[in-house]
Each structure stands twice: as C-alpha cells, then as structure tokens.
C-alpha cells in the first residue's frame, strides 16, 4: 500500500543536540511539507519541496534544515539552534497542481527535549 | 499575511447536526480545505471548494463565499467517531502550500 512513513514515531534530544526526522513517501508525489504541531494548536509550515533539489522556507524555518536529493525523500533535522524543539511533527505530500487532490500525511514524529 | 478563524470548540449530540465556520484573510486564494484530526492521529483530507457553492461528500459538506471570505463545514447525523479536531486551510499563492487554520475541537456526545 502507498503511502507516508515517518520515523521514529518518539525522540528524545537533549540540549545542543541536533535530530534527524525521516520521512519517505512511495506515493509517486510531487511535493512534500513539514509541519509543526504544538498542544492544542494547528499546524505551522516548516519547510516544503515541490521537486527534487529545490526547498522553500515556510512560516517558521529558523532552526530547521532540510534536503531533497530524491523524489521519495524529505529529512526534516531540528538543529541546537532552535530553542523549543518539542513539538508533534507531521510530513505530508502531495500532487503539485492538483489543488482538490489534498495532501496524504504521515503518523508524525513526536519530539521531546530532555 | 494570511490569517483562518474558526471557533475553538463545538458540541454536539449524537445524530445531531453542526456546522464549522471559517473565515480567512489571504493575499491570494486557490482554495479551502478541510481535514480532520483525532487525538495523536494524523490529519486526514475531507473536502476542497474552489469555487463558490456547496461540496458534498456523504454525511460531510462543504460551503465557500469567495466574496465573504467565508466557508464552513457541515457534518450531518453525527457519530461518536467524529469527536476529532477540524482544521481549515488555504492555499494562499498558488497549488504550493497549505496554511492552516488553529482547528475546531468537536466533542459529540451520546
């Protein structure tokens, strides 16, 4: 079956350390997102990629790195520069420019600073 | 900028009807999703208007006025298993992102 898979489900990071978030798709998609999902909040757009090699800042990039070396993969790593890591983040993908096609989500990385 | 408003919480009771609304401020618009969340849980797509009118997708519908900036989804015959959180996005400028609204918790109750 297609679809989004996001590891590992739970991370610990301690302070001044950087984490590697996977995320790999076999939906044969354009375009994949990182979001940032806090308590009770909605989600705040990290970085996204509609084609290989190339990635756009979202609203909330500082601390964030990314890279795009093939279609199926999109590494979201959460550098010592960001100060308040701990967070439930969401991968998506996506078709790109089929605005009614929706994007299909992985189960998350739940982050936590110890 | 962009800016969604859409209510924080909203209950219900079983075979009920209710309606979410959304409001948006964008510079540029290419649409109005909807997703829905349970607790811990990925989001998952329901719906997309990218025109004015109504979108029906079994006991879910959505409505969008461009002119008011305005949309809403309605779930009809609520079931315990709708108790999950809806977000409203839009795609601000153009088919390359989605910004989301902070999401309406919905609690259905027998």
């Known amino acids: 079956d297609g679809g989004i898979t996001q590891s590992p489900k739970y991370l610990f990071r301690k302070e001044g350390q950087n984490v590697t978030l996977s995320c790999e798709q076999n939906?044969?998609?354009?375009?994949m997102y990182w979001y940032r999902q806090d308590p009770g909040q909605g989600l705040r757009l990290i970085y996204y990629s509609q084609i290989v090699n190339d990635f756009q800042k979202g609203d909330i990039a500082e601390g964030y790195s990314v890279s795009r070396e093939k279609k199926e993969s999109f590494p979201l790593t959460v550098t010592s520069a960001q100060k308040n890591p701990t967070a439930f983040y969401l991968c998506a993908s996506t078709l790109t420019g089929a605005a009614n096609y929706g994007y299909t989500f992985g189960s998350g990385t739940r982050l936590t600073v110890v | 900028g962009q800016s969604l408003e859409q209510p924080s919480e909203v209950t219900a009771v079983e075979g009920a009807i209710v309606q979410i609304n959304c409001t948006y401020q964008?510079?540029?618009?290419?649409?109005l999703s909807w997703y829905q969340q349970h607790d811990g849980g990925a989001p998952t797509f329901l719906s997309y208007?990218?025109?004015?009118g109504l979108e029906e997708t079994g006991r879910f519908s959505s409505f969008l006025s461009r002119s008011d900036s305005y949309g809403y989804l309605l779930l009809q015959e609520l079931q315990m298993k709708d108790s999950a959180s809806y977000f409203c996005?839009?795609?601000?400028?153009?088919?390359?992102?989605?910004?989301f609204g902070a999401g309406t918790r919905l609690a259905v109750h027998p």
């Open positions: 208007n990218g025109l004015d």
């Open positions: 996005a839009v795609m601000p400028g153009g088919y390359n992102k989605l910004i």
């Open positions: 964008t510079s540029g618009f290419y649409g």
């Open positions: 939906l044969n998609h354009d375009a």
